[in-house]
């Protein structure tokens, strides 16, 4: 029986300003709508601050780039013990744990501090971001000094200092303590788009001392009080944050107050206790279990189950999830194509009523594709690479100055990279078959399909009776503006061929889309391996020069390739960023065997940095479709260290939303081996050699279904009648039935 009262952590017993904001990243709170990083109460010039609000997005000025905004702060205390700021860069820290709770979203810091002065005190720190109330978020101080009395002075509110960067995008509206208790802060972004209201109360001891103040936009309350040796001072920080996105709304405030008032007297234990209620039913609908030689196997699938549930703003569908979740900075907040390839499955598979948000969220903004389609001079809907809430492209047209040169470079993603178009068709695709949602097909899925393959048709060009894609850039981004790249070309092939096909299904008569669609299909040049079963990754990549890449491989994911070489001189060689090829085998596994799939695997591999956090995943899963289940667990291994790896620095700006997707995606399309083909649900199982059990639910045409894999067997449990292939064989599932799978050797072995 599996068991969802876990107790899975995520902790820290050591303080080290070096990985300040890799935690306040990692161990950030959030709900889909409303994100908050992990910072300390107290002030650290090395932490970077930040809230933020789905689908909150400023342009601060001409030249600047949209971002998500980062909110005025709500976690930030001043904190005086006898007269001393309390820091632990300063005194003595006699012991220190912080810890994220997985299951019940709650974090909680506990120190133990020597002040300079000699005195202890005992500081504990509890805050979560409501699961059931999107604008909430609750803190929690106690503070107690340990060895004589001692005088606690606390400052905490709303502070607008706060800024993207040193950007500002918000301008002070009015600031308001409403019966002497309720703290509250409107705002404007400075394009007069956006409202935000921040409010917030602080209940304090009733033996403390209470004031106010409002200057140079921070809005305080301050608190003090004397305590005995053993007595505790405690703060409960409750807070609310909303916004009218789309246009002004004065009688917001009103609302926002109402809804504090509310939270504030239920009481921090209350609300934690019912957004707990409402996790465990998710944490059921969706985790993972994993019985591993390793316990961090657990802890990684947890803590990107944890991660994805705060990134997907299932309240909004004109949201959709960012590169960096709602986690920091990174990437100014804007949506790629990570979402339809890398985040959206896992929903799917989960919660397919949240897949399908995000796929409208696509089609809601098809009016900006087919305005950038036409910009270029084609027909149909071409994404923007970067897209945030109105549908138009966000990429910067410039990169950061190049520090040797003093040039900025043009940023090629948003001219050439393209194959967007046909990953948002195969995500529709995959919705389709996984569903049978023929209400969504019949409208917006047939549209999506029709404007994505419009584009594909006005960009070909005829080259000598066929059908050529040129000037393109594959998911490899170190080889730009080649042509005949084979992931966008059979992607593209894919998408034309999804449109045409979902025309006949529905019945619309054959016309002449219907015609070029044909034509297309029939003329598109699709590079053909050669005889050692390689494919091309283009046109020009066979004659390219190859170097040494052991330096470069040692240190993926830091671009340090670019230090020694140029974009230039990087693209004139057979160097990848990411898999390109090997994530065309990924994508569309029906249309290669094993043989092309191993010899392509073994080509590319040593060939590619991993410089991107979505490459060693996805090696990992085609590795691990090919039987070859060490390679694979460790390429799964090297996709969890990609955020919870020692590195100190490498996810101070955001969380690798992608990456957390594919953790899911490793175990469950990996090393669990489900894949759909021509509407059939295939389950291939190749556990590696670590694990003894993985177990996970599993959403398919409407049904619940529950899979349990050992080394021995698989176990299938269905409460309906579902039909499936378990190891290539159909079989018919209703209740429980369990396979035996062949000995561990020879599936290594096949």
């Not at 591999?605 to 060693?616: A, C, G, N, W």
Request: glycine share 6%; proline share 3%; charged share 20%.
């Amino acid at each position: 029986m599996l068991s969802y009262e876990f107790n899975n952590h995520a902790g820290r017993s050591r303080f080290d300003p070096h990985y300040h904001n890799k935690y306040a990243t990692l161990m950030a709170a959030g709900n889909g709508a409303l994100g908050v990083r992990a910072t300390h109460e107290e002030a650290y010039t090395t932490q970077t601050r930040g809230m933020f609000l789905a689908g909150l997005y400023h342009r601060a000025g001409e030249g600047e780039t949209t971002e998500l905004v980062n909110l005025p702060d709500l976690v930030g205390m001043d904190i005086e013990l006898n007269g001393e700021i309390f820091s632990l860069l300063s005194g003595e820290i006699l012991s220190y744990r912080r810890e994220l709770c997985f299951a019940s979203g709650e974090l909680t810091r506990t120190v133990e501090w020597r002040s300079p002065r000699g005195q202890r005190f005992t500081l504990k720190s509890e805050r979560f971001v409501s699961a059931t109330r999107l604008g909430l978020f609750c803190l929690r101080l106690a503070i107690t000094p340990v060895d004589s009395a001692a005088t606690v002075r606390v400052a905490t509110g709303i502070d607008a200092t706060q800024t993207n960067s040193g950007r500002q995008h918000l301008a002070e509206r009015e600031l308001r303590v409403f019966e002497n208790s309720y703290l509250q802060a409107r705002y404007r972004t400075l394009d007069n788009v956006s409202d935000v209201t921040l409010g917030c109360v602080c209940r304090v001891n009733a033996q403390a001392q209470v004031s106010f103040s409002a200057k140079n936009r921070r809005l305080l309350q301050h608190s003090q009080q004397t305590l005995v040796a053993g007595e505790s001072f405690t703060l409960e920080k409750c807070a609310w944050v909303s916004a009218s996105l789309d246009a002004p709304d004065d009688s917001a405030a009103t609302v926002a107050l109402a809804a504090l008032r509310e939270c504030a007297t239920m009481g921090y234990d209350a609300l934690l206790a019912e957004s707990s209620a409402a996790r465990r039913v998710w944490w059921q609908q969706a985790r993972v279990e994993v019985e591993s030689a390793s316990s961090q196997d657990q802890q990684a699938l947890d803590f990107a189950l944890y991660q994805l549930h705060a990134m997907t703003p299932r309240h909004d569908e004109r949201s959709s999830i960012a590169a960096k979740g709602l986690t920091g900075e990174g990437y100014k907040g804007h949506v790629f194509w990570d979402t339809e390839v890398f985040l959206l499955p896992f929903h799917l598979h989960t919660a397919p009523a949240v897949a399908r948000q995000l796929l409208r969220y696509r089609w809601l903004n098809l009016a900006g594709a087919k305005r950038k389609a036409a910009r270029g001079g084609w027909q149909g809907a071409l994404f923007p690479w970067e897209s945030a809430r109105t549908g138009e492209e966000e990429t910067p047209e410039f990169a950061a100055i190049n520090i040797r040169t003093g040039l900025r470079q043009k940023v090629a993603s948003a001219l050439a990279e393209h194959h967007l178009v046909a990953d948002i068709a195969w995500a529709v695709a995959a919705y389709w078959q996984a569903t049978g949602d023929d209400v969504f097909m019949a409208h917006e899925g047939r549209e999506l399909l029709e404007e994505t393959a419009r584009f594909w048709l006005s960009r070909a060009q005829n080259i000598n009776g066929r059908l050529e894609l040129h000037d393109v850039i594959g998911p490899d981004e170190y080889t730009e503006h080649i042509n005949n790249n084979a992931y966008t070309s059979y992607l593209a092939h894919h998408n034309v061929a999804l449109a045409r096909d979902i025309r006949r299904r529905f019945g619309i008569p054959d016309d002449a889309l219907t015609a070029q669609c044909d034509d297309f299909l029939a003329r598109l040049y699709l590079p053909v391996a050669r005889e050692d079963g390689v494919i091309p990754q283009d046109d020009t990549f066979f004659g390219k020069p190859t170097i040494d890449l052991t330096r470069y491989r040692a240190s993926a994911g830091s671009q340090s390739v670019l230090l020694d070489y140029s974009r230039a001189e990087v693209n004139e060689m057979q160097i990848l960023k990411q898999a390109d090829v090997v994530m065309l085998l990924y994508m569309l596994p029906w249309r290669f065997d094993n043989a092309t799939v191993a010899a392509n695997l073994d080509y590319y591999e040593p060939r590619t940095i991993h410089d991107s956090s979505l490459s060693k995943a996805i090696h990992g899963i085609v590795a691990a479709r090919c039987g070859r289940r060490d390679e694979a667990y460790g390429f799964w291994r090297a996709g969890c260290e990609i955020d919870l790896g020692g590195a100190p620095h490498s996810s101070d700006d955001g969380i690798h939303a992608a990456a957390t997707g594919a953790i899911w995606l490793g175990a469950v399309v990996g090393f669990a081996g489900i894949s759909v083909k021509e509407g059939g649900l295939y389950v291939t199982p190749s556990l590696p050699a670590q694990w003894r059990r993985l177990a996970f639910p599993f959403c398919w045409q409407g049904l619940q279904l529950h899979f349990e894999i050992t080394q021995a067997s698989l176990t299938v449990r269905s409460a309906h009648a579902v039909r499936m292939f378990i190891n290539d064989t159909e079989q018919e599932i209703h209740g429980e039935r369990v396979f035996p799978l062949p000995d561990s050797a020879r599936r290594e072995a096949k």
